[in-house]
């Protein structure tokens, strides 16, 4: 037992340590370019291998049983998968991105420019149009126009009209989008809108 017990605690130690790695790894490209849903679930994965180590040292140490890690671990796991789904991860992953353009880090735009973002995330953007960077604040207002065109032409079909389409975000985006017309203006044509973007893609792209 005394063999086993030291041999767990080398195995937990060798997978904290690969843990430690991995975040290590992930801030890696989150320094280099910026957050993504993905890189957002890998935090919310590893985080949820390190509690299940922490539950199986606390087991050794305490001398539980098997039914009472695998109880905890599945709690943990549950926990994970609930937080996970409340949260707006677009919307934190562009507010993050949004933090670091606005104190003159633009590599975080490759997030923006080239990754599709859901009703939260556009809903996150407009700090951008201040942005330093005057190659993401036109490329931020095509966004925007191009969110706009985009939720206007669903919300006007018969589908959308049913009590069962209503969404919150939605409605919100719109009048979000309404308030900041003078300021994406310019793009309302579709061949604006449409260089403009390109552009943006091309520019955002030099950090992929």
Do not use: C
Not at 195 to 205: E, H, N, T, V
């Amino acid at each position: 037992m005394r063999k086993l017990r030291r041999l767990a605690w080398i195995w937990s130690l060798e997978n904290l340590l690969l843990s430690a790695a991995v975040y290590h790894r992930l801030f890696i490209y989150i320094g280099f370019n910026g957050m993504t849903r993905l890189r957002i679930v890998g935090l919310f994965g590893i985080s949820l291998v390190v509690a299940g180590f922490l539950l199986v040292i606390w087991k050794i140490i305490q001398g539980k049983d098997f039914v009472w890690l695998m109880r905890r671990q599945t709690w943990a796991f549950a926990a994970t998968v609930y937080l996970f789904a409340l949260l707006p991860i677009d919307a934190l992953a562009v507010m993050y991105n949004t933090s670091r353009i606005l104190r003159g880090d633009s590599s975080a735009a490759m997030q923006i420019g080239v990754q599709p973002l859901d009703t939260e995330g556009i809903l996150a953007l407009s700090p951008l149009l201040q942005a330093p960077d005057a190659e993401i604040r036109e490329g931020v207002k095509a966004r925007l126009a191009d969110a706009y065109t985009r939720l206007t032409s669903k919300l006007n079909t018969p589908a959308s009209r049913d009590w069962t389409a209503y969404q919150a975000a939605e409605q919100l985006l719109l009048r979000r989008l309404e308030a900041l017309r003078p300021a994406w203006r310019p793009y309302e044509n579709a061949t604006a809108r449409e260089q403009a973007l390109a552009r943006f893609y091309d520019y955002a792209y030099q950090w992929y």
